[in-house]
């Protein structure tokens, strides 16, 4: 195994590469690590001589760009603390998340604030911060700042990054990430997916999430391999840059893979690529098989979640692979199958996953019930339900929340959502449970049909009847275009709900 390098998140790059290696491709730009660091320093500078200090919270709302990685090590070098938000975000979403987090400044791209039709001084006015706009005035100051090389972090143990929860249940809530926490987390991912540093690793998810920032940038920066940064995915540019860029290592959602799939339909080869990574969602079965027969490329599911920075688990690149399961648990992380007492459940029976370990959030800023209802007993509580086998493979049933009750018995919508995809003529699935006077709940299931085909209930129904107990299928099927998704792809189920 090679030597661990400590750092700081806002040091992460700082090794003993070459300065000339690249470090950012994006678009025709080449950024090498001298470069790379000059930028950090610059906008270290530049964010001071602004204002920004210890402790400050500072909303980052921009698109995927080198600038991202800039502004957010430079902010980390004052020791402030970083807010990554989504883009789509509305002024109503970003003012509860500027209340929420006391956040002193936003840290926005020009583009983005206009496409909302706001002005700075309006969004100053509504979110009482300070707002400094990313645009060409602000790199042409960033180039004329001063070049003093420092960070005042003084432990690791220090607060660097409030990443928010997606929201898919409740009210979003600050996951205090700290730079151990993150740190410690790209290298357990270089580690357990058997990177290499000669590896160019293409990041098209979205920054502003914790699995794209962790393994997509903190990854292959600790361990001195080329980021090749794609501002959003869309599948002609992505397969153009897959081979152009020359691409071994590629990690996206579940819905990206299909683009994979029909490229390799029309016979396109990605001779460079070695590795693919799927998470932010369970990867179905049918997908996963799809990648490997019709593009040829070994497919790692691996599971994680914004609390532990997120990654907790993949499938072994070199060793067995499981198709369903999200693997072995990485180095340096507990798990437990935890009963109704936390305690310790065996191989084959289903419990709330519980992980503990260096990755593992601080906990929610300013909700102190929340965080010691996540936090209990020393476990991280996931609030996800899981089962593992005899060798230690992990297989994740669904969300505890998710689960639905049909006359007192458990109903695991994913299950009834694998069988879903395995119909030729399903595209995406989702199954949720709605109140039933009778049983409790009642299965219900949001159907997508592939393009061109017509598909009807009797035959969805006759299909599951062959393949699930009678109180697992859905009372109720209706057909849709398509399904809720935030911006890591994930199935907003309580837009389904309603």
Known sequence: MREKKVATVGQIYK???????????????????????????????????????KGDKVILNTVNSPEFLYLYFGTVRNAAVVVPINPMLTLEEMKYIASDSQARFLVIHEGVMMKQG????????????????????????????ARDDYDIVTDGGEVSTFLYTSGTTGQPKAAMLTHDNLVTNAWQCVVNLEAREDDVLMCVLPLFHVFAFTTCILLPLIDGETIDIVESFTPKLVISELLEKQVSLFL???????????????????????????????????????????VGLPIIEGYGLTEASPACFFNPPSGTQKPGSIGTVMIDIEYRIGGENDEALPAGEVGELLLKGPNIMLGYYGREAETAETLKN????????????????????????????????????????????????????????????LRGEKVVAYIVPKEGEEVHSKEILRWLKERLAAYKIPRHIEFREDLPRNSTGKIMKRMLRG
């Open 378 to 437: 020393g476990w991280l509580h996931t609030g996800d339900l899981a089962k593992k086998d005899e060798d230690g493979y992990v297989y994740i049933v669904d969300r505890k929340k998710d689960m639905v009750i049909v006359s007192g018995l458990n109903v695991y919508p994913r299950e009834v959502e694998e069988a879903l995809y395995k119909h030729p003529k399903v595209k995406d699935a989702a199954v949720i449970g709605v109140p039933d006077d």
């Open 252 to 294: 996206g959602v579940p819905a990206m893979y299909m683009v994979l799939v029909e490229a390799g339909k029309k016979d396109i080869k990605f001779p460079k690529l070695r590795t693919a990574v799927c998470g932010g969602s369970a990867l179905p079965v049918e997908i996963y098989n799809q990648v490997r027969e019709t």
């Open 118 to 145: 706001l002005t700075a001084d309006a969004l100053s006015e509504a979110l009482g911060v300070k707002v400094i706009l990313i645009n060409e005035a602000l790199t042409e100051e960033a180039d004329a700042a």
């Open 15 to 53: 090794n003993n590469y070459s300065g000339d290696k690249p470090a950012i491709l994006f678009k025709d730009e080449r950024v090498t690590y001298a470069q790379l660091d000059d930028k950090v320093v610059a906008f270290a500078n530049l964010l001071k001589s602004k204002g920004v200090s």
